[in-house]
């Protein structure tokens, strides 16, 4: 499975906006770039997904690079109830699985 | 609401005891698993199944099975319980809009303590 690195943990203001690196080097032309969050104590969530041009929703934007190496999760203006594990996984065109790594815990200040 | 439910939401088990924990979804989701998750880790795979009557192993499947009868249903059975299980399980349900497109959805988790 190709692998992706995110940093530990990252610390915003709220109502700043935040930038979630992640790094996919080994991804493959059919492999899906998702992301899922997991606040405290609840299971993780859906947040956006893309394959090579960047995806707007109401949670977040996912900027894909040009090479498809790396991806960006943006949320534009934090609030303290997005303090939560951010996972970027990459996804198979016909793969079920997810396959998560360790995230990067994102911690917001008032 | 539509969704997974999971129960129990907490269980103690003593080393030995076997049990099973439940899971339901609503959705017509094709897709479920089960996911466990330790202390500070992220989630790691222990079953799947694609369909009724159709189940697979995931990434640590040893001391757990399973089986799908329904679309609806897929229980998770620990046979004899040991402390190295005691972890926060996950169930997760799943479908398919083509194109590559698999939204998840997961339950709210089963805390278990193996003493």
């Known amino acids: 499975d190709a692998k992706t690195t995110q940093p530990n943990s990252m610390e915003s203001n709220e109502e700043e906006p935040v930038h979630l690196p992640c790094n996919h080097s080994?991804?493959?032309?059919?492999?899906?770039i998702h992301w899922y969050r997991q606040l405290p104590s609840q299971g993780p969530e859906y947040v956006i997904h893309?394959?090579?041009s960047n995806v707007n929703n109401r949670m977040a934007s996912l900027a894909i690079a040009e090479d498809r190496k790396s991806s960006t999760l943006i949320l534009h203006r934090a609030t303290l109830r997005d303090a939560a594990v951010y996972y970027c996984?990459?996804?198979?065109?016909?793969?079920?699985?997810?396959?998560f790594g360790a995230g990067t815990t994102v911690t917001v200040r008032a | 609401n539509a969704g997974v439910t999971q129960t129990p939401k907490f269980q103690v088990l003593k080393t030995g005891q076997s049990m099973t924990l439940q899971c339901a979804q609503d959705?017509?989701?094709?897709?479920m698993s089960w996911y466990r998750q330790d202390p500070g880790m992220g989630l790691r795979l222990i079953h799947y199944?694609?369909?009724?009557?159709?189940?697979d192993q995931g990434e640590v499947p040893n001391g757990y099975n399973v089986s799908r009868s329904t679309t609806e249903d897929f229980p998770l059975r620990l046979l004899s319980a040991a402390p190295s299980q005691t972890s926060v399980y996950f169930c997760?349900?799943?479908?398919?809009?083509?194109?590559?497109?698999?939204?998840?959805?997961f339950g709210s988790g089963t805390r278990l303590t193996v003493v």
């Open positions: 959705m017509n989701h094709e897709y």
């Open positions: 080994t991804i493959s032309g059919t492999d899906y």
């Open positions: 996984i990459l996804r198979g065109a016909n793969d079920y699985k997810l396959s």
């Open positions: 199944s694609v369909g009724a009557g159709i189940t």
């Open positions: 997760a349900s799943s479908y398919s809009l083509g194109q590559g497109f698999y939204g998840y959805t």
């Open positions: 893309g394959l090579t």
